[in-house]
């Protein structure tokens, strides 16, 4: 499967943990986006990277909320002391200009449910 | 459509109709906008792209139809089977460094055997 790649599928934590996901992008694109999406929602935008940095965050981006893509391949998305409205779908999306367009390709997300 | 449940406005068609989905975007200096498709517990899946250069472009069974003085978009699917059944969402481009996307509220697509 040369798609996007998230892991875990579906998360389940107690409030004030800490958890953690990973997307692997589609191997050549250098441009990598997370999103949030809540349930009859459409994704919200959280951050972007090109390569290894971090260009933009979105003020949803709380500052429990880090996310890292150390050597622009993967990215990990944590969230630390974790609530209850926390509880979303993490959407990870990535890709590569082709003229001034820019296709976005997203995984099938991490389900996070915080009780 | 009417809005349901999680207020998600539906679209219900039979099978093998022509089905119409509309949306509004808000900012007139968006320049590309794209259609996609989201199936219950999956991400979205592209359909179909088109620049703000253009009015009309088509796919496979898909066209989409921009109107930049309304600012309103539409996909049209024909022949619509129980397969297409999902939510669609549109989504804009405001352009920038960044080229983030902006979804809109989707739209249920329900096809009746």
């Known amino acids: 499967d040369t798609g996007v790649s998230q892991d875990p599928r579906h998360k389940i934590t107690k409030r004030g943990q800490n958890v953690t996901f990973r997307c692997d992008p589609i191997?050549?694109?250098?441009?990598l986006y997370w999103y949030r999406q809540t349930l009859g929602q459409g994704p919200e935008f959280l951050t972007y990277?090109?390569?290894?940095?971090?260009?933009?965050k979105s003020r949803l981006l709380s500052d429990r909320f880090s996310a890292e893509r150390p050597k622009g391949s993967f990215s990990t998305l944590e969230i630390q002391r974790t609530e209850q409205g926390d509880s979303a779908m993490y959407l990870c999306?990535?890709?590569?200009?082709?003229?001034?367009?820019?296709?976005?390709?997203f995984g099938s997300g991490t389900q996070l449910s915080v009780l | 459509g009417e809005s349901v449940g999680l207020h998600l406005p539906t679209l219900s068609v039979q099978e093998g109709d022509n089905s119409i989905i509309n949306c509004a975007y808000s900012?007139?200096?968006?320049?590309?906008f794209i259609w996609y498709k989201q199936e219950s517990g999956k991400g979205p899946q592209f359909i179909i792209d088109?620049?703000?250069?253009?009015d009309k472009r088509q796919g496979q069974r898909v066209t989409v139809l921009l109107n930049k003085t309304v600012k309103h978009l539409s996909l049209q699917i024909a022949a619509t089977q129980p397969g297409d059944s999902a939510v669609y969402f549109c989504?804009?481009?405001?352009?920038?460094?960044?080229?983030?996307?902006?979804f809109g509220t989707g739209t249920l697509l329900a096809v009746q055997p």
């Open positions: 999306a990535s890709s590569s200009r082709e003229g001034s367009n820019e296709k976005l390709f």
């Open positions: 191997s050549e694109h250098n441009r």
């Open positions: 990277f090109q390569n290894e940095a971090q260009l933009e």
């Open positions: 900012n007139s200096a968006s320049d590309y």
């Open positions: 088109i620049r703000s250069n253009m």
């Open positions: 989504a804009e481009n405001y352009g920038g460094a960044t080229n983030k996307l902006i």
